[in-house]
T-cell receptor
Framework: DSGVTQTPKHLITATGQRVTLRCSPRSGDLSVYWYQQSLDQGLQFLIQYYNGEERAKGNILERFSAQQFPDLHSELNLSSLELGDSALYFCASSVEGQGNTEAFFGQGTRLTVV | AQRVTQPEKLLSVFKGAPVELKCNYS??????LFWYVQYSRQRLQLLLRHISRESIKGFTADLNKGETSFHLKKPFAQEEDSAMYYC?????????FGAGTILRVKS
C-alpha cells in the first residue's frame, strides 16, 4: 500500500456528463500529480499541485480541471465527457514538488464513458 | 521539450535469459531518470533511480549521457519480473514517462 488513496475505483458514465475523481495523498506529501493512462497514449501527465497551488500543467484538456484543497487532497473534474476520455486516471504524491523525489501512486480510477 | 522514448512495446524472453529494456531521453538540462514498474493489477512503484546507483531485484540501469540512454538490465530474467516497465525523467517539477514496455518472461 503506497498510502495514496483514489476514489472511486471504477466509474461508468455517459457522454456529456461530468465526474469528479478524488485523491488523498500520503500523509506529509505536499505535491499531487494527475496522470491519464490510455492504451494508445501511455502515461500522460495532466497537472501537478504543490501545497494548494498549481505547479505544472501538461496535456490537460480545457474540459478538465483540478484543485488541491487545504487538507491537501485533490480532485480532478472531467466535464462534457467523450468516449475518448475513457482511461485509467492515476494520482501520485511526493514530499516535494520537484519531481526528483519518489512519487507514490494510487491504484487509479478506471473511467468508462459509454 | 523533454521526451522519453521506449522503442519496444513488448519484450518476450525466456526464464534465465538476459533482459535489456531500452530507454532514450531528450532533455536540455541535467536529467534525473527513473524506472517504474507496474505488476499485474497493482499500482506503479519505483524500481530504481539513477542517482542512487543501486540494484533492485537484480535490475540495474546506467545513465549514458553521450547516448542519452538509461537502459534497464538484468542478467537472468525470472518469471516474477513479468510486468509493465516505465522509464521516466524528472524535469524538476514533474515526471515525464515513456510509453512503457511489457516484459513477458516465459518458462
Amino acid at each position: 500500500d503506497s498510502g495514496v488513496t483514489q476514489t472511486p475505483k471504477h466509474l461508468i458514465t455517459a457522454t456529456g456528463q461530468r465526474v469528479t475523481l478524488r485523491c488523498s495523498p500520503r500523509s506529509g506529501d505536499l505535491s499531487v500529480y494527475w496522470y491519464q493512462q490510455s492504451l494508445d497514449q501511455g502515461l500522460q501527465f495532466l497537472i501537478q499541485y504543490y501545497n494548494g497551488e498549481e505547479r505544472a500543467k501538461g496535456n490537460i484538456l480545457e474540459r478538465f480541471s483540478a484543485q488541491q484543497f487545504p487538507d491537501l487532497h485533490s480532485e480532478l473534474n472531467l466535464s462534457s465527457l467523450e468516449l475518448g476520455d475513457s482511461a485509467l486516471y492515476f494520482c501520485a504524491s511526493s514530499v516535494e514538488g520537484q519531481g526528483n523525489t519518489e512519487a507514490f501512486f494510487g491504484q487509479g480510477t478506471r473511467l468508462t464513458v459509454v | 521539450a523533454q521526451r522519453v522514448t521506449q522503442p519496444e512495446k513488448l519484450l518476450s524472453v525466456f526464464k534465465g535469459a538476459p533482459v535489456e529494456l531500452k530507454c532514450n531521453y531528450s532533455y536540455s538540462g541535467s536529467p534525473e531518470l527513473f524506472w517504474y514498474v507496474q505488476y499485474s493489477r497493482q499500482r506503479l512503484q519505483l524500481l530504481l533511480r539513477h542517482i542512487s546507483r543501486e540494484s533492485i531485484k537484480g535490475f540495474t540501469a546506467d545513465l549514458n549521457k553521450g547516448e542519452t540512454s538509461f537502459h534497464l538490465k538484468k542478467p537472468f530474467a525470472q518469471e516474477e519480473d513479468s510486468a509493465m516497465y516505465y522509464c521516466a525523467l524528472s524535469d524538476g517539477n514533474k515526471l515525464v514517462f515513456g510509453a512503457g514496455t511489457i516484459l513477458r518472461v516465459k518458462s
